[in-house]
């Protein structure tokens, strides 16, 4: 597929005033979570919601992170989402879940974002 990165904005779900832009995540839909920095989530006063919770890496490494809830913004699309409180070393990722709360699919040849929709119900 090739990689490539996008410019978000990571808000606190209570007080949306309180954000951060996120100048270079990298979209990665072999992640289910996105993960933003720990110092950039603390900075917005999200709340560390769920301690200790186990990740396999890609190199097979597994590794306990605590997870939040945040409102990650891409231009118009916005979705609340689990997002990891990542540390020194992890990648700045946009995963799966958010990309489809966002009802955005990748375009491997443009390497972009594109809308799918309209969103399948029951």
Known sequence: MGTFFIRCKIENIVDRSRSVV??????DTGSEFTWIPETALEKIGVKREKKDVPFIMANGQQITRSVGFAIIRYG???TVDEVV??????LLLLG??????????VDPRKKKLVAFGPIPAA
């Open 85 to 90: 409180f990542a540390e020194k070393g992890d």
């Open 96 to 105: 799966a879940r958010t990309l489809e709360g966002l009802s955005l699919a």
């Open 22 to 27: 996120m100048p270079k995540m990298l979209v």
């Open 76 to 78: 118009k699309y916005f």
